[in-house]
């Protein structure tokens, strides 16, 4: 069972520029995985004892443009984190759990110096977003999260990144030339 999630920044934060702040949080968003990872499986386990067999697989950066909000908005970071492994694959996705997962993120968030204040612009700068876009089948729809997200087939922002960690894995499919009965 994977999860998927997104990670974008366009403005500067308390960490630095989009690109320092992505980097600084990295290793924090694993550590929040590894102790949520190990609160579902040994809960009688404290953060001191941390498991270390979920697998990390993150997208290199993009540099992309806003989709939706103020025009005027600086260009976006982007990258993508796929994890999964052994201890992980024993839990079933629920909602409970994802619940709680992403909770950390929006920590994670505030730390990272993101005010989410101002409800009325949909889409605008973030110092850093965390988007939880997936956990194997699981469907969730309530008012803290949506899974899978709605709106990841109109993120190339989301897939190009993913396509690149899946491609990692599986290798990346040979394009071949195109031929008379198929127009490109």
């Known amino acids: 069972m ?3 999630i997104s990670i974008g920044a366009n403005i500067p934060g308390i960490l630095g520029d989009p690109i320092t702040t992505i980097a600084a949080m990295r290793p924090q968003i694993e550590k929040s995985i590894i102790e949520w990872n190990d609160s579902l499986n040994r809960p009688e386990i404290d953060s001191k004892n941390i ?3 979920l697998s990390f697989q993150w997208a290199p950066l993009f540099e992309t443009d806003p989709l939706g909000g103020p025009i005027d908005q ?3 970071i982007n ?3 796929v ?3 052994e201890d992980f694959a024993s839990v079933t996705p629920n909602e409970k759990a994802a619940i709680c997962l992403m909770k950390k993120f ?3 968030e505030k730390i990272a110096g993101r005010a989410r204040k101002n409800k009325e612009i949909f889409w605008g700068p973030r110092s850093l977003d965390i988007d939880f876009i997936s956990w194997g089948e699981l ?3 309530n008012d803290t999260l949506i899974l899978p997200h709605p709106r990841l087939s109109q993120r190339n922002f989301v897939l190009i990144p993913l396509a690149e960690v899946l491609s990692k ?3 990346k499919p040979k394009r071949i030339t195109s031929q008379n009965i198929w127009p490109e």
Request: glycine share 8%; hydrophobic share 40%; no cysteine.
């Open 2 to 4: 994977k999860i998927v």
């Open 51 to 53: 498991d270390k067999s």
């Open 74 to 76: 600086p260009k976006f």
């Open 79 to 81: 990258t993508v984190l």
């Open 83 to 85: 994890v999964e492994g």
């Open 106 to 108: 929006l920590e994670l």
């Open 139 to 141: 469907q969730i729809k």
């Open 169 to 171: 894995a599986q290798g």
